[in-house]
């Protein structure tokens, strides 16, 4: 029994999401054109972070094995 009770929520949860275009809401205006913008971006625009929000990962450091060069200032504790 209870295991129709979680597979029926996991459909009705399942349903729940919008496959519909993002508009906004009735008699609001979307928010203004960003300062040297030629035009105001539209909803999926503002909802795409750019690159500098979420940068790429960069595994270059792994991938190539070089020698670390010396470092002048790494000195060691005085005691």
């Known amino acids: 029994m209870k295991r129709l ?3 029926g929520l ?3 949860l399942s349903a729940c999401g919008a496959a519909r275009d993002l ?3 009735a ?3 979307l928010p ?3 300062y040297g913008a030629a035009a105001t971006p539209k909803p999926t625009q503002l909802l795409t972070a750019s690159s500098q929000a979420r ?3 960069s595994d270059e450091l792994l991938r190539s094995s070089e020698e670390r060069q010396g ?3 790494d ?3 005085k005691n």
Do not use: T
Request: aromatic share 4%; charged share 20%; hydrophobic share 50%.
């Open 10 to 12: 996991v459909i009705v």
């Open 27 to 29: 008699g609001k205006a």
């Open 32 to 34: 203004v054109a960003p």
């Open 5 to 7: 009770v979680v597979l």
């Open 75 to 77: 000195l060691p504790p």
């Open 71 to 73: 470092n002048e200032f």
């Open 23 to 25: 508009k906004p809401a």
């Open 55 to 57: 940068p790429e990962r």
